[in-house]
């Protein structure tokens, strides 16, 4: 397994995570209390990952910005970021991965039913590997797309804060 900083914007407060690449991709637990480690600084991060024997890739933080997630959700009428609804949807794949019990339901049940949204979304961000040279995709979504998506994200959103214990700073560490 490899260990690596992520970063989230959520509430204007900017965290980190420890992204766990496996099998499954995960995110570190708090397993008494059932919740992702949440840390104010990418050293509160590496202090806690050193302390369980886990090390940091050297590699810089993808920053997630929920907030602009949740700003779309609640507009959804408002053009899509896809790329930035990708990163997310991955986000809380990984975050349902991480964790037990039914708070991860209602978005499990919307991620299983989207499959081919998911597929629009990634042909959106245009990667090398997937959109043809000088023809760049640009999706047409439906209102019924625009609906599933906005739900399937408000569910992730509601799902990642149920799950996330915040760290407090490096100083209150101790």
Known sequence: MEYFPLQYR????????IWISGEKDTLAMDSGRGSLQSFPSLIALRQYAGANGWPIEDEDATPHDLDAIASWVASPETPLDCEEALLAWNLFCDVANSVTGDRKSQFETLDSQLGSLYEKLLLADNLPA??????PFAPTLSQDEVRSIAALLSAGLKL????????PHESRMN
Request: hydrophobic share 40%.
């Open 160 to 167: 990642f804060v149920s799950c996330t214990l915040s760290v």
């Open 10 to 17: 959520l509430h204007g407060e900017e965290r980190f995570l």
């Open 130 to 135: 997937v959109a043809p040279e000088g023809k």
